[in-house]
């Protein structure tokens, strides 16, 4: 089946250190979409990217739909406390039209004060 | 509260009991999706309802596994005979429309299963 391969597993990092995640896949996909989990909570929405090259920015995130659109990357910019917990890529599976979602396999995000 | 709710939060079951998990999706919501969550990875899609109807149940991983959502709104998943490798987090979420490609899905907290 479809597969999103998600960089790192894990990051440790210092808080006001910029941060940056990756997702790739060997097929095209035209919806690539970034969540974030906090523990014991649902996936939010951060971003979501619906055209190649196409760069997009929320507050202190910015995502990019690659050129190729078999890949994305999150950047976090000074980061800070809250931003912890899980951030995992998506993408709307092909061959359907209510867009059911495929996730990569998540990027723990730790902030160390 | 406007936003997908979830019960019960936490269910520890027996193998072999049955379980019912239910899903109040946001009101006015068409499409309804169930996904589960194993520990440690990302969600995995189960099945898809648009209103009533089960338009798409090709995640279900076993015929134990059966999902209903019969006047529209609240969905149920039921797993019969449950299994230890059924304990995972099941997410429900809903969408406003029923495609389109800016068709935002919101995600309940979950209801995390532990089969003993």
């Known amino acids: 089946g479809q597969q999103l391969n998600q960089s790192p597993q894990s990051m440790f990092i210092q808080e006001g250190e910029d941060v940056s995640m990756n997702c790739t896949s060997s097929s095209i996909f035209n919806t690539w979409l970034w969540y974030k989990q906090d523990p014991g909570e649902g996936p939010v929405l951060l971003i979501a990217?619906?055209?190649?090259?196409e760069l997009t920015s929320n507050g202190r995130l910015t995502a990019q739909f690659g050129i190729t659109r078999k890949d994305s990357f999150l950047n976090i910019s000074a980061s800070i406390p809250s931003d912890v917990g899980i951030y995992f890529c998506a993408v709307v599976a092909g061959g359907t039209s209510y867009g059911k979602l495929t996730f990569g396999q998540g990027t723990i995000l730790t902030v160390h004060p | 509260g406007a936003g997908v709710s979830q019960s019960p939060r936490y269910k520890v079951a027996k193998r072999g009991q049955d379980v019912a998990l239910r899903c109040d999706p946001i009101?006015?919501?068409?499409?309804l999706f169930w996904y589960q969550q194993a520990l440690g990875q990302g969600p995995e899609f189960l099945t898809y309802?648009?209103?009533?109807?089960?338009?798409?149940k090709s995640g279900l991983p076993s015929d134990r596994f059966f999902a209903e959502r019969p006047e529209g709104s609240v969905s149920t998943l039921k797993i019969q005979r449950t299994q230890q490798e059924d304990s995972a987090v099941y997410l429900c979420?809903?969408?406003?429309?029923?495609?389109?490609?800016?068709?935002?899905?919101?995600f309940g907290p979950g209801t995390r299963l532990t089969v003993l």
């Open positions: 979420a809903s969408s406003f429309q029923t495609s389109g490609i800016k068709n935002e899905q919101f």
């Open positions: 990217l619906y055209k190649a090259g």
């Open positions: 009101s006015g919501h068409v499409s």
């Open positions: 309802f648009q209103n009533e109807a089960q338009l798409d």
